[in-house]
Structures are given as structure tokens and as C-alpha cells.
């Protein structure tokens, strides 16, 4: 059985989880606005990760006999002043939830909570992972900026990420979940 601090905790992160849903969801909307159909897709792949991750910590709680409580999400942003500036918020906003998650690890540490500890783990190290995803499209957004037609190809690039299924099954065969 969970503590009810722990399950207060783990709450407030599945609603963390769909506001960065929501965030990315509402810059894929912004970029798709100016066609740049490419960041868009990336951008919702991002976001239907988020909901995954969301739904981990729902199922964890229910699992734990913990009672789920949904509360309201923040409206978004919903413009920014370029994609260099969509990318600097994104890599904010991973450090931010690792920061988060960091906490709840904290809080099961300090509870003997070693059952949220061992599923927090997962969160740990795919914060690495979303935090060198947001840093890798930045540093192509830094490094291109004088150059003509970097923009619609790093789009083109973008486009290509995999579906969020497949990231996360991916993920899942390497061991990290
Ligand atoms: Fe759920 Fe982007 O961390």
C-alpha cells in the first residue's frame, strides 16, 4: 500500500505528465501554423510520449491500491518566437520535470518506499534520454542559424521520428522500462 504522501506525490506528477502533454501538444499546433509539418510531428510524438508516461504513474498508483485524482491542467503557451526559442522552453521544461522526478525519488527514499523507488527509476533514466532529444535538436537550431535551408531540413529530419509506440516498445527491449 502506498503512503498517502507518496500517492499526493505521484498525482501531482501524473497531472506534470499531461501538462507536458498538453505543452506539446499546443507547440505542435503552433509550428504546424507556420508548415513546418516536420517539427509538428515530432512535436505529438513527444506529446503521446508524455501520456504514456502519465498513464505509467496512473496504472503504478492503481497497482499500489492508491486512489488516482485528476486535477486540472494549465493552459500552455500557445506562441512562441521561433523554433530555437520552442526547443530552449522544451529543454527547460525536461529539466524541469527531472528535477520532479529527482524529488519523488527523494520522497521514496525517505518513506523505505523501495517499490516507488524501483519504478521511479525508469523516469530517472528516460529524463536523460528527453533531455539529450531536446539538446540535440537546439544545438542543429544554434548551428544553422545564418544558414539558408537548414530550417525545411532539419524539419524533413524531424518528421521522421518514430511513432510513440514504437519509441517506447524500443525503450521497453533495451531494458529501460
Ligand atoms: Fe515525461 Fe518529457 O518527461
Excluded at 3 to 18: D, F, P, R, T, V
Excluded at 34 to 51: H, K, P, S, V
Excluded at 120 to 142: S, T
Amino acid at each position: 500500500m502506498i503512503s498517502k504522501k507518496m500517492q499526493e506525490a505521484l498525482n501531482a506528477q501524473i497531472n506534470a505528465e499531461y501538462y507536458s502533454s498538453y505543452l506539446y501538444l499546443s507547440m505542435a499546433a503552433h509550428v504546424r501554423a507556420i508548415n513546418l509539418d516536420g517539427f509538428a510531428a515530432w512535436l505529438r510524438i513527444q506529446a503521446q510520449e508524455e501520456m504514456i508516461h502519465a498513464m505509467k504513474m496512473y496504472d503504478f498508483v492503481l497497482e499500489r491500491g492508491g486512489r488516482v485524482s485528476l486535477t486540472a491542467l494549465e493552459g500552455p503557451p500557445t506562441e512562441w518566437a521561433s523554433p530555437t526559442a520552442i526547443f530552449e522552453a522544451t529543454l527547460e521544461h525536461e529539466r524541469y520535470v527531472t528535477d520532479r522526478i529527482n524529488k519523488l525519488v527523494d520522497l521514496a527514499i525517505a518513506g523505505s518506499d523501495h517499490a516507488t523507488n524501483a519504478f521511479l527509476q525508469w523516469f530517472v533514466n528516460e529524463q536523460v534520454e528527453e533531455e539529450a532529444n531536446a539538446e540535440a535538436v537546439l544545438q542543429k537550431l544554434r548551428l544553422m542559424a545564418d544558414a539558408p535551408g537548414g530550417l525545411f531540413m532539419l524539419d524533413q529530419q524531424l518528421g521522421q521520428r518514430p511513432a510513440a509506440s514504437a519509441a517506447s516498445a524500443a525503450a521497453n527491449a533495451s531494458g529501460a522500462a
